[in-house]
């Protein structure tokens, strides 16, 4: 039986402070593979109240950053349950990857956020519209690559959530809370540089945690981060 998910011992760097835990009748470990994994609880160098860096604790290293202190994202403590998150104004915030990402295949993303305004750029690019957007408030999800797009149907966040978005074989499907929200082909290369942001779009968004994968994760291993992210953040 799953007994829930032990505190992270010092300073949080790695995955290593999980325990082992039986889903689905297998052994399953936090999968360490990450190509991102943002935690606002840790890796954020502060700019009075603003956020200048945030440190991907993936073994990629590749941060987050905002020079610019009038587009850097506000720090709210005790956001969720207890964790801190990053939240957008809505008008020029955004944040800066190190270096630019391109997925050609599959991929796995894991989000927990909330939208206050805009259509909630969760991963996008400064000069194309190859993006990731979450719900708007009017309930509409998109996923959009050098060659395609695709819209799902979902709910609106306006409260806090978990997201869980895959490519798998060129189908993309979305989970909103672990519930499956809709499934679409969606064909070309995945590429990003921004956080928080893309080329066309400035929105108002909460972001307490990301992670993200360069495959499709297995059904234990969703399973895994899923209860991780509903333990964590109360949701």
Known sequence: MFKGFQNIPGDKSCFSGFPTNVIGGKSIDMPQDRILWFNSDIGITPNGTTASVWADRSPMANHATQTAATSQSLIVANAI??????????????????????????????????????????LGHSTSQSTTNASTPATTMYFQTDNSYTTFTTQALTSWAYLSIYRIRNIASVYVNGILKGSSSLTGTFYFNLLMGDKYVFSSIYLAE??????????????????????KFGL
């Open 210 to 231: 990301l992670m993200a994968y360069a495959r499709g994760t297995t059904t234990e291993e969703s399973a895994y981060i899923e209860t991780y992210y509903k333990n």
């Open 81 to 122: 349950n207890g964790h801190s998150a990053l939240l957008t104004d809505g008008v020029n915030d955004r944040m800066n990857l190190t270096n630019l990402i391109t997925l050609t295949g599959d991929f796995s993303f894991f989000g927990v956020m909330k939208i206050v305004s805009g259509y909630g750029s969760m």
